[in-house]
């Protein structure tokens, strides 16, 4: 049974600090996103890569934060320094995008805390 | 860019009757819209999606319909189960090769013993 794998889970940090959240997409999956899910405004995409190439990021804040992919089965999003208003459940996602295809599948998400 | 709205935010039905959501959309160049079920403490689960070139797509109990025109969708759920209590998030993919998402607010569907 396939299934993206967000790690960790769950984090609390103090503000300032840096946070690191890593996902492994679904194996022959050629696209990973990065969404964002506060009370506030729901659902929010940050950022996402084709084979590995950032497309999009033009909802993540260019200042503190950065996403990478590594290699095609790890993709990390990084925060520094971190603010209480960051504080939200990160999820990452992945699909295989070509022609007819466009399903997207959800990991378990990191909740973050910043304090 | 794309802007989903959603209603009702919250939806209360009996066990065994039927549930509708609805979703409007702004671009009308958007070509996919899926519909995700999210349980406490999980993530998002796709349940049924459609694209622009059909009008309706039905698995079971759920099913999706599109009216382009008109530029809304609509989430049939039919013989409601407890299991069924959740968020449902619907979202459009725009147009211009973007492939995220843009999501609703989402329904919290509550089921009635």
């Known amino acids: 049974d396939a299934r993206v794998t967000q790690t960790p889970r769950h984090k ?13 997409p679904i194996l022959g999956h050629n696209t990973v996103f990065w969404y964002r899910q506060t009370m506030m405004q729901g659902l929010e995409l940050l950022a996402y890569f084709r084979n590995r190439a950032p497309l999009d990021d033009s909802g993540m804040p260019k200042d503190r934060f950065s996403a990478e992919m590594p290699d095609a089965t790890l993709a990390t999003l990084k925060i520094q320094p971190s603010e ?20 997207q599948f959800f990991g378990p998400g990191t909740r973050l805390t910043v304090l | ?37 999210q349980e406490l403490g999980k993530g998002p689960q796709l349940i049924i999606d459609i694209r622009s070139n059909v009008g309706e797509k039905k698995d079971q109990r759920i099913a999706v319909t599109l009216n382009k025109t008109a530029k809304h969708f609509s989430l049939h759920i039919t013989e409601t189960q407890p299991e069924d209590s959740a ?12 492939d995220g998402l843009t999501f609703g607010k989402g329904t919290h569907l509550i089921i009635q013993p």
Not at chain 1, 84 to 103: I, K, T
Not at chain 2, 6 to 23: N, R, Y
Not at chain 2, 87 to 98: E, I, P
Request: charged share 20%; glycine share 10%; aromatic share 14%.
């Open chain 1, 84 to 103: 209480p208003r960051d504080s939200a459940v990160y999820f990452c996602a992945s699909g295989f995008l070509a022609g007819d295809y466009n399903e």
């Open chain 1, 12 to 24: 609390v940090t103090e503000m300032g600090q840096e946070v690191t959240m890593r996902c492994q």
């Open chain 2, 1 to 37: 860019g794309e802007n989903v709205e959603q209603h009702p935010s919250t939806l209360s039905v009996q066990e065994g009757d039927s549930a509708v959501i609805k979703c409007t959309y702004s671009d009308s160049a958007s070509n996919y819209f899926p519909w995700y079920k």
């Open chain 2, 87 to 98: 968020v449902y998030f619907c979202a459009a993919r725009g147009g211009g090769g973007a």
